[in-house]
């Protein structure tokens, strides 16, 4: 209970701090925000199941994943200007995949949780 009840307050705190910061970020520096966010939440999150922490992690950070998420779009945009809407789509997809996988990863290693 009081681990659910620090989560929460961690939670807070985050949310607050990050609701005003919407500054344009470099693709470095949002990722860079995004492990931070999900290293400390990790710290926190529930140890059910690995799933369970990902799905706490990802509220947490999700004004991280989603600037990260931006900036790897611009960046995508702009190595490939002549790449089709299709190509970029399938660009962008693999690139949220390997985000995603990449932050369960750090979840796990943070929490001890197996995959």
């Given at each position: ?7 929460l307050v961690a ?6 701090a990050s609701a ?8 470095d520096q949002a ?85």
């Amino acid at each position: 209970m009081k681990q659910l009840a620090t989560f929460l307050v961690a939670t807070l705190a985050f949310g607050a701090a990050s609701a005003g910061a919407n500054e344009p970020l470099t693709y470095d520096q949002a990722i860079s925000r995004l492990r931070a966010c999900a290293t400390a939440g990790a710290t926190n999150a529930p140890r059910g199941s690995l799933r369970e922490a990902v799905v706490a992690v990802r509220s947490l950070c999700r004004p991280q994943i989603d600037r990260v998420f931006d900036a790897t779009d611009e960046r995508i945009a702009a190595d490939n200007p002549d790449a089709s809407a299709e190509l970029l789509g399938e660009l962008r997809t693999k690139a949220r995949r390997k985000i995603d996988r990449d932050l369960a990863v750090l979840v796990s290693t943070q929490t001890g949780l197996a995959q």
